[in-house]
Nanobody, 124 residues
Framework: QVQLVESGGGLVQAGGSLRLSCLAS????????MGWFRQAPGKEREFVAA????????LYADSVKGRFTISRDNAQSTVYLEMSSLKPEDTAVYYC?????????????????WGQGTQVTVSS
C-alpha cells in the first residue's frame, strides 16, 4: 500500500516562498514518477508539476512555470515542490501524487496514489 505524506504548507505573503515535501513509502520510490496537484476552493483539482523516476525530466503547468521547481531525493523517498514568487491565486490544497508506472506521468490518469494534501494560503 503506497502512502504519501505531505508537509510544509502554511500561510505566506504574496511574493514569498514555501517548500513542500512528500515522503513516500510502500513501494520502491525510485521506480515511479511523481507529481504535485492542487485544488482551490470551488475548483477542480489541477496539475502543477511532474518529475520522472530518475529526476531527469520535469513538466510544469504554465501557471507555475518559472516560479515552482519539482525535485526528488530517491535516497530519502521524498519529492519536493519549491514555490517562489507566490501569488494569492496559488492558494489551494496541494496534493502529492505517485505515478502508476515507470513511464513519465503527464496526466491525472497516470497517477494512482495520492496524499492527504497540505494547505497553502497566500495573502495579498
Amino acid at each position: 500500500q503506497v502512502q504519501l505524506v505531505e508537509s510544509g504548507g502554511g500561510l505566506v505573503q504574496a511574493g514569498g516562498s514555501l517548500r513542500l515535501s512528500c515522503l513516500a513509502s510502500g513501494r520502491p520510490f525510485s521506480r515511479y514518477g511523481m507529481g504535485w496537484f492542487r485544488q482551490a476552493p470551488g475548483k477542480e483539482r489541477e496539475f502543477v508539476a511532474a518529475i520522472s523516476f530518475s529526476g531527469g525530466s520535469t513538466l510544469y503547468a504554465d501557471s507555475v512555470k518559472g516560479r515552482f521547481t519539482i525535485s526528488r531525493d530517491n535516497a530519502q523517498s521524498t519529492v519536493y515542490l519549491e514555490m517562489s514568487s507566490l501569488k494569492p491565486e496559488d492558494t489551494a490544497v496541494y496534493y502529492c501524487a505517485g505515478g502508476r508506472s515507470r513511464l513519465f506521468p503527464r496526466t491525472a490518469a497516470d497517477f494512482g496514489s495520492w496524499g492527504q494534501g497540505t494547505q497553502v494560503t497566500v495573502s495579498s
